[in-house]
């Protein structure tokens, strides 16, 4: 009685040495998926700092192009006031720089589209991130759910076992 008691939780023990991996390894999953997601909160925090740069960077080319213009303006009159013929030529030097700074902003344009395209993509990534973590503790719950139930079934089997044993030991010694 006592060897078929031993025999059965040695094979209760076979279940539960399993599970108790399949949980060791949900929870080095877990522990992975966090320090994804921080990598990729740090990207996103690293890509929102650089959109603010360029979006700054935008406003003040934008500031500046307009601060041209107003003085193209102001000049042309005041060349043409003094020299009729002097006006085309510095208008196209003012217009040449008009476009490199119209370059230049699309340029940072460019940069912050590329930018919104990989943070869109680090989103897409924690979304998908996160979906999984949320899988591994669904089946993090359920395995604990079922190791805890043998657990609970095999102390229910132990105490059972262990009266038998100490009514056969009363009776027979």
Known sequence: MVASAESALDKIQEHINPLEKELVKINQSLE???????????????????????????????HELNELRHKVKKHNKLLEEIDPDAAPREYRRISEERDEFEAQIGQIVHELEQLRKHYDQLIDQETTLLSKEWELEQEYRQLKERYDKLLSQISRVAQTLEHRVRDIRAKYY
């Open 32 to 62: 992975q998926l966090e320090q994804e997601l921080d990598g990729v909160r740090k990207q996103l925090t690293e890509i929102e700092l650089k959109a603010l740069d360029v979006a700054r960077d935008i406003r003040q080319k934008r």
